[in-house]
């Protein structure tokens, strides 16, 4: 049976521009330039009800819902040329990863509910990315960007010849988002250039390597306006005509769409347990790309928990950018606000959990929404409180995860008081330890 695709389009949440879905390379919205990048394209879909086709692949069981289906049935494909094309491209990502896209474990974890004091109504569910593609979350964003490049090669829509003049894809980060971006365009043989800063870790940069990345080291410079000093060499390789291959919204919306899975498979899991329902979902936020997605993802389904963005003190620029929007009229719908709300955080950032040290959370609007939406609100984690999850994670559970993917347990540790004894509550375990 044919059915109406659930994507129609994409809208500015800034200027309100709209654009078709069936627009190829669509990555921002047509208003962002290199003077104003405070546009992001958002989603216009509706997703009801949420249903999971029970393939172990996310991409497959939730296929419809997603806005490459919609983008690619544009291009005539039919929906079993759809599915084929994702299952072709996971297997490629498996040759390289070891593992392709498989629906990663969600559950109760009756060690960790019963050492933070919740009884046998309530307690904490972990979801466990460390054994995704390229050991966290940041692989199913970069995915949808994907198979959008792949669906237009395929049709023969793509503006060079050959795979062999295929520009480079370009992507700014210094850890798991490079790393799920480097494995994914080896599987498909795509050059890609890695911006890192000048402190990248050598464990990221040997895993960089062995993947064929070309990693480009990126100092501060003196001419640089505040922000990313890495954000700013990718923009120029950008404008030089690579393909932004990132997990910032708004350099390249289609990262917004394949990172609901992680929100979807949680929400399908939450429908079918027996008794109350989950009220709150932990979030650890640095781009912020995660949060929006895994709230909007999870938003779909029947229910909406409270959404809590985690951030650490060492640089809590969505805190910020929530109480602004909060009293200059209202935290939904604030990216005209853009720049009243969100800047580059001032302190050079610091914390154990450095995944999550970006200065700007680039998709604040996506994250203030959800939070809004569902009557959440950011939590600031101390240090101290990110040093105790990461040491409670690896004391009682048996999950290899890192300080980054622990730090919204940090989140939870900070508001425990607020939380009752029987509410069921959410943390994603999002990233691999990596020595
Ligand atoms: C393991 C892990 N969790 C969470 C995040 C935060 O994701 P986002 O930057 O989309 O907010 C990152 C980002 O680097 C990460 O590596
Ligand atoms: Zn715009």
């Given at each position: 049976m044919q059915q109406a695709p659930v994507v129609t389009g994409w809208r500015c949440a800034v200027c309100a521009t709209p654009v078709a879905i069936s627009e190829v390379f669509s990555w921002r919205c047509p208003n962002s330039s290199e003077s104003d990048r405070h546009h992001v394209l958002e989603l216009e879909?509706?997703?009801?009800?949420?249903?999971?086709?029970?393939?172990?692949n996310p991409f497959v069981a939730f296929q419809r819902y997603l806005a490459w289906d919609a983008f690619a049935a544009t291009l005539s494909l039919d929906f079993e040329a759809r599915t084929k094309i994702i299952r072709d491209l996971d297997d490629a990502v498996s040759v390289i990863a070891g593992t392709g896209f498989r629906t990663t474990p969600f559950a109760r974890h009756d060690g960790l509910s019963d050492e933070l004091g919740f009884n046998q109504q309530g307690g904490v569910w972990i979801k466990d990315e460390t054994h995704n593609v390229a050991g966290s979350q940041k692989a199913r964003h970069l995915f949808t960007e994907l198979l959008h490049l792949i669906t237009v090669e395929i049709v023969g829509r793509a503006p060079w010849e050959s795979p062999t003049q295929r520009p480079a894809l370009a992507i700014a980060s210094c850890g798991n988002a490079a790393i799920a971006a480097s494995t994914l365009a080896r599987a498909v043989n795509w050059p890609i250039q890695v911006f890192v800063p000048h402190y990248a870790d050598e464990a990221t940069l040997k895993i960089l390597n062995s993947l064929d990345a070309n990693v480009v080291r990126c100092p501060r410079v003196a001419t640089d306006p505040a922000g990313d000093p890495c954000v700013f060499r990718f923009r120029e390789a950008i404008d030089?005509?690579?393909?932004?291959?990132?997990?910032?919204?708004?350099?390249?919306?289609?990262?917004?769409?394949?990172?609901?899975?992680?929100?979807?498979?949680?929400?399908?899991?939450a429908e079918d347990l027996p008794g109350s329902l989950i009220s709150r979902m932990f979030v650890q936020a640095g781009g912020g790309a995660f949060a929006a997605c895994a709230a909007s993802g999870f938003f779909a389904g029947a229910t909406k928990p409270k959404l809590h963005a985690v951030q650490t003190q060492g640089c809590a620029p969505l805190a910020r950018a929530f109480e602004i929007a909060q009293s200059t009229g209202g935290a939904r719908n604030a990216g005209a606000r853009w720049s009243q709300c969100m800047w580059p955080w001032e302190t050079t950032p610091v914390s154990l959990a450095d995944g999550i040290l970006d200065d700007e959370t680039y998709d604040w609007i996506g994250g203030c929404n959800a939070m809004a939406d569902s009557g959440g609100y950011p939590v600031v984690?101390?240090?101290?409180?990110?040093?105790?999850?990461?040491?409670l994670a690896h004391r009682v559970t048996n999950i290899d995860v890192s300080p980054t993917g622990s730090a919204g347990l940090?989140?939870?540790?900070?508001?425990?008081?607020?939380?009752?004894?029987?509410?069921?509550?959410?943390?994603?375990?999002?990233?691999?330890?990596?020595?």
């Open positions: 879909n509706a997703i009801a009800p949420l249903r999971s086709s029970g393939d172990a030089q005509g690579c393909i932004p291959f990132g997990v910032q919204g708004p350099e390249n919306a289609w990262c917004l769409d394949g990172g609901r899975t992680i929100g979807w498979e949680m929400a399908v899991v984690a101390t240090e101290q409180q990110v040093l105790e999850s990461y040491a940090a989140g939870l540790l900070a508001i425990r008081e607020e939380v009752a004894d029987d509410e069921r509550v959410i943390v994603i375990f999002s990233g691999v330890r990596r020595q």
